[in-house]
């Protein structure tokens, strides 16, 4: 199974960018999916989650501005970045929660693609 992310690039503060998160492999089906994000110098942070049962979850840092969705017959996530702040910018990874065959579950990462928001 892999997590390839793609969307990350260069924006003014006040701009949107959507990332996807592609999941290739041996996937028979996709539990919960999240976006974390890290900074420089800082630890990983979740920054949006869709749980198994369906809750959506974002930190205060981020609410109201990003949206999780995904789109199951793609094996697909997505997440939607408005109104960006230089502090939005960091590396943003992908994690999903996947079992590859009845008796496989596992999470897993994608290598991350960077956002950098301009002020």
């Known amino acids: 199974v892999q997590l390839v992310e793609s969307g990350g690039k260069l924006v003014q503060a006040g701009g949107s960018l959507r990332l996807s998160c592609a999941a290739s492999?041996?996937?028979?089906?996709?539990?919960?999916v999240g976006w974390y994000r890290q900074a420089p110098g800082q630890q990983r942070e979740l920054v949006a989650e869709?749980?198994?049962?369906?809750?959506?979850n974002y930190p205060g840092s981020v609410k109201g501005r990003f949206t999780i969705s995904r789109d199951r017959t793609k094996n697909t996530m997505y997440l939607q970045m408005n109104s960006l702040k230089p502090e939005d910018t960091g590396v943003y990874y992908c994690?999903?929660?996947?079992?590859?065959?009845?008796?496989?579950?596992?999470?897993?990462w994608g290598k991350g693609t960077l956002v950098t928001v301009s002020s």
């Open positions: 492999g041996s996937v028979l089906r996709i539990h919960s």
């Open positions: 994690k999903a929660d996947i079992s590859s065959d009845p008796w496989t579950r596992a999470d897993y």
């Open positions: 869709i749980t198994t049962g369906g809750n959506t």
